[in-house]
C-alpha cells in the first residue's frame, strides 16, 4: 500500500474520531431518544389496549345490571367514561327504561348522551323524539327530527306531526318514509296503517296490482 493511501486513511480515521469528539454526546442521545420514543409507542399503544379491555369490561358488567334490573346499573353506566361503550350502555338504559315505563327517566338518560358521531346523534334523536312523543311532547319532538331524510327519521317527523295533528304534513313525512321501505316489510305494512290513519291512502306495489 502507498504511502499516500496509509496517510488518507490516517486522516480520514483522525476526522472520523474528531467529529465523535464534537458530536458522540448528540448522537448518543439522539439513539437514546430514539429508543425511548420507539418504547413509548409501544407502551402507549399497550395502555391503549388495556383501557379498551377494561372499558370492554366495565361496560358488558353495566349491559349485565340493566338486563338483571339491577338498582346499580345507572350508576355503572354513569360511571363509564365518555365514548362509545357509554353511548351504548345509555342507549341500552334508556331501552330498558321505556320498556318500564319510566318515559322521565329514559328522557334524561337519552339527553345526558354525548357524542360527536353523527350517524349516534340521528339514533339518539330518533329513540327520544319516540320517547318524547309518547310523553306527550311531540313539539320537542319535532324539533329534534326536523332535518334529515332517513326512513327511521321521516317516520318519527311523521308520528310528532300527527301527535300535533298537522295531518297534511304527517301525510308527506309517511309517504316518503315509504318510498324508501322495502315491500312486504312490517315496517312498511306499519307505515302504510299510519298514513291511513293520518287520512292518506298508501300507494299500490306491484305485488297489488
Known sequence: MAIDELLDEHEQSERVREWLRRNGSALILGIALGLAA??????????QANQQSQAAGDYQAAVDAIQANDKSAAGKVQALPEGIFRTLAQLELAKSQVKASQNEAAIGTLR??????????AIVNERLARVLIDAKQADAA???????????????????????????????????ALLKAEVGTPQRRLLELKLTE????????????
Open 142 to 176: 319535532l324539533k329534534l327530527v326536523a332535518t334529515g331524510d332517513s326512513l327511521a327519521t321521516l317516520e318519527v317527523r311523521g308520528d310528532a306531526q300527527l301527535a300535533l295533528g298537522q295531518r297534511e304534513q304527517a301525510r308527506d313525512s309517511y309517504n316518503k
Open 38 to 47: 420507539i418504547g413509548g409507542w409501544q407502551w402507549w399503544q399497550r395502555h
Open 112 to 121: 345526558a348522551i354525548r357524542t360527536s358521531d353523527q350517524a349516534l346523534t
Open 198 to 209: 293520518a287520512g292518506g291512502t298508501p300507494p299500490k306495489t306491484e305485488s297489488q296490482s
